[in-house]
């Protein structure tokens, strides 16, 4: 569905009124305002082939913790350990550390007890930096957060693992002076399809759930989420996907972010 198409259920057409609805917004991050270019993260040899990982670039810490240690191996150990997290935390919804998975990861490949924690802590934020150099925001989002900010109270509500590494990549693309709340899921603990993040980024925002839309683009966690909340989500399908036929359809659908602005009568 284009912006032409942008729906609302049971809106019946009432453009400007809908537009008025709203107070807020509150955007996911990943994927939504900030892009992730995996072309920027370091090249690693696995043998076979060459894959683009912050791995390649945590040589010199790993020596420093776990001295002799092969990086193709912690790498597939990370991806071990993080397939199991993944498992456990979409059933209870519960966000942990990045600094938690590196040290189940350290504690596999035989990390002196004593220097786990530390150990753990130095490699997630490494790999951390790693992460946020290999993220863009795009000058049409920038454009639209000016816009937007102008009339409204913006927040951002995302899934991620390092509450600090967050907030970084937020003062790294000019984005925090726009935002009036930051809720991220390590920090709470939780995270989404649990709606107390979405219900944290409307305390944050000052807005009751009706005054606030919500603007993500992964359906089994920020559509749901809002949903749960009670708040009105925009999804960004740029896939064509499609919603899942099972679940509630979102209020509107857009293919790129820029589309918002049609929803809120600022486009």
Known sequence: MSAAGLRRPGSGGEG????ARYRGVLFDLFGTLVRFDAERLP?????????????GGLGHVLEEWLPGASAP?????????SEEMARARAVDHVELPSRERFRRVLARLGCDHERLPEAAAHLARAHMALI?????????HAALLKD????????????????????EIL??????????????????????????????????LGLDAGEVLFVGDT???DVVAA???GVDAAWIDARHDGPPGDETPPAYVVRRLPEVATILGTG
């Open 148 to 167: 937007l900010h102008r009339c409204l109270r913006l927040g951002v509500v995302s899934n991620f693992d390092d509450t600090g590494t967050a907030h």
């Open 16 to 19: 400007a009124a809908t537009a």
């Open 43 to 55: 090249l690693l040899d696995m043998g076979t082939e060459r894959v683009r990982t912050t791995v």
């Open 132 to 140: 946020a150099e290999a993220t863009v925001f795009p000058s049409e």
């Open 73 to 81: 191996a912690f790498l597939r150990t990370l991806q071990s350990v």
């Open 171 to 204: 003062a790294r693309h000019g984005i925090t002076p726009y935002l009036k709340v930051v809720v991220i899921s390590e920090g709470m603990g939780l995270r989404k399809p649990h709606p107390a993040l979405v219900r944290a980024g409307l305390r944050g």
């Open 219 to 221: 359906y089994a966690e």
């Open 227 to 229: 949903c749960a909340a």
